[in-house]
C-alpha cells in the first residue's frame, strides 16, 4: 500500500514512494544551480521552458501565504489561487526560490495578475504573459505557434542563450511518454492500491517534479497493480479546478464513496486523446496544450464538456458528481448549470460545492458532501 505523508509548506505531499515534496525539488534545483519557473497553472509550454534550462514549477495552493498582499491589489472577490499566487509572489521569504514568472492567461484573473505585475508591482523576476488560445482549431495551433515562438525568443533574452530544437524535440518526447503513462494510471485506476487522496497527490506531483521523476513514479505505481478492483461503495466523480486540500477525498472515502474518475482541471482533463502529434516541435508542443480534454479554462464548448462527463459516467458506473468550485471562479461557474441540468437528465445527480482555498474544507462543507452522498 502507497501513502503519502503531507507537505504542509505547499499543500502538496511525498510519500512512501518517495515523492519528494515541492519544497525539496525546489531545495534541489536550487543546489545545482537550475533555473526555476514559477507558472501559474494549467496550460503553459513546459517542454519548452525546459528546453531552456528552466524547471517549471506549479502552485496550487499555499496555505501559509499571507493573502493580505494580495489584497492590497485585487478585488475581495477575486479567487483564492488568484490571491494566493499573487500573495506567494509578493513573499519575501519566497523570492529567491524562482528565477522567472510564466502566466498563461486562462481567464479574467491571470490576466489581470499578468498586467498587475508587469505594470505596477514590477517583480525582481521577468514575468512573461502567455496568451493561450481559446479554441484548437486551425486557427487556434496557428496562433499558438506564432506565440510560442514570440515566448522562444523571450527566453532566448533572458537566458542568453539559442533554442536547442533537438532538446525541445526530446522534451517534448518526455511529456508524450508521461501522457502515455497517465492514460493507463486512469484507466487501471481502480486496481491500483492508493487510496483517493494518495491518487491525487501522486498525479498533481506532475506540477513540480522533473519528469524522469515523475515517470519513474508513473512506472512504479503501474507496476503495485493489483488483480482485483478495490472496494468503491458508491461511486461518484468530482469536477473543478482542483481538489485542495486533498483531506477532501478522505471526507468522501469517510462517507462510504469513492472517486471512480475526475474530470479536475489539474488531473483528468490535463489527459491528452491524441497519437498524431506533428514532427514539428512548436505545433507539437501547441498540439499538446491545445488537444487535452475539454475544459472551461480553454473554452471548450458546453457539449463537449457534457458528453465527456457522460461517457465516462458510463465507462465508471458513477451514480452522482461533486462539482467542487471555487469561490468566484467564472469559467467553472458558468458551465455548471448546464452541465447539471444535462446530467440529471441522463440520470446523474450532481451537487454543487463552492469553497475558498485553505489548508482545511470547513465544516459547512463537510456536511453537505455527507448529505449530498448519503442521498444518492
Ligand atoms: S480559472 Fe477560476 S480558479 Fe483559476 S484563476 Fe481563473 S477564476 Fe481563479
Given amino acids: 500500500m ?8 505547499y499543500g502538496i505531499n511525498h510519500s512512501v514512494m518517495q515523492i519528494p515534496s515541492r519544497q525539496e525539488i525546489i531545495r534541489k534545483l536550487r543546489n545545482n544551480n537550475k533555473k526555476i519557473s ?28 499571507d493573502l493580505s498582499l494580495a489584497d492590497a491589489h485585487i478585488q475581495s472577490y477575486t479567487c483564492s489561487l488568484g490571491r494566493i499566487l499573487l500573495s506567494f509572489i509578493k513573499e519575501e521569504r519566497f523570492q529567491n526560490q524562482y528565477d522567472l514568472i510564466f502566466i498563461p492567461h486562462i481567464c479574467d484573473t491571470f490576466q489581470q495578475i499578468g498586467s498587475l505585475l508587469v505594470d505596477f508591482i514590477r517583480p525582481s523576476q521577468p514575468v512573461i504573459n502567455f496568451y493561450l488560445p481559446k479554441r484548437s482549431d486551425e486557427t487556434g495551433i496557428s496562433f499558438c505557434i506564432d506565440e510560442l515562438k514570440r515566448i522562444a525568443g523571450i527566453l532566448e533574452n533572458v537566458c542568453g542563450s539559442k533554442l536547442d530544437i533537438k532538446r525541445l524535440t526530446l522534451e517534448l518526447g ?17 486496481f491500483l492500491p492508493v487510496s483517493d487522496t494518495d491518487f491525487y497527490r501522486i498525479i498533481t ?10 515517470i519513474k513514479i508513473l512506472k512504479e505505481l503501474l507496476a503495485s497493480k493489483t488483480d482485483s478492483k478495490r472496494k468503491t461503495g458508491k461511486r461518484i466523480f468530482i469536477s473543478g479546478i482542483s481538489a485542495e486540500p486533498p483531506e477532501i477525498f478522505e471526507i468522501i472515502n469517510s462517507h462510504n ?4 474518475f475526475d474530470d479536475l482541471a489539474v488531473s483528468g482533463r ?6 498524431g502529434f506533428s514532427d514539428e516541435p512548436f505545433r507539437r508542443q501547441s498540439e499538446m496544450m491545445l488537444y487535452t480534454m475539454p475544459d472551461a479554462e480553454k473554452g471548450s464548448p458546453i457539449e463537449k464538456r457534457a458528453y465527456w462527463i457522460r461517457e465516462k459516467i458510463k465507462r465508471t458506473g458513477a451514480t452522482g458528481g461533486i462539482f467542487y468550485i471555487m469561490k468566484f471562479c467564472e469559467p467553472e461557474f458558468f458551465d455548471y448549470p448546464q452541465l447539471k441540468k444535462y446530467l440529471l437528465s441522463e440520470g446523474t445527480k450532481t451537487f454543487l460545492i463552492e469553497y ?19 442521498g444518492l
Fill in 2 to 9: 502507497i501513502s503519502c505523508i503531507p507537505d504542509k509548506i
Fill in 38 to 65: 514559477l507558472v501559474f497553472p494549467i496550460y503553459y509550454p513546459s517542454a519548452l521552458l525546459r528546453a531552456f534550462d528552466i524547471h517549471p514549477v506549479e502552485i496550487l495552493n499555499a496555505p501559509d501565504v
Fill in 174 to 190: 518526455k511529456d508524450i511518454e508521461i501522457n502515455n503513462l497517465l492514460k493507463e494510471v486512469f484507466e487501471k485506476r481502480e
Fill in 205 to 214: 506531483s506532475k506540477t513540480y517534479l522533473p519528469p524522469d521523476d515523475f
Fill in 257 to 260: 464513496a469513492s472517486v471512480v
Fill in 270 to 275: 490535463r489527459i491528452i486523446d491524441f497519437s
Fill in 356 to 374: 475558498e482555498m485553505t489548508g482545511k474544507v470547513s465544516k459547512q462543507n463537510i456536511n453537505r458532501i455527507q448529505s449530498f452522498i448519503e
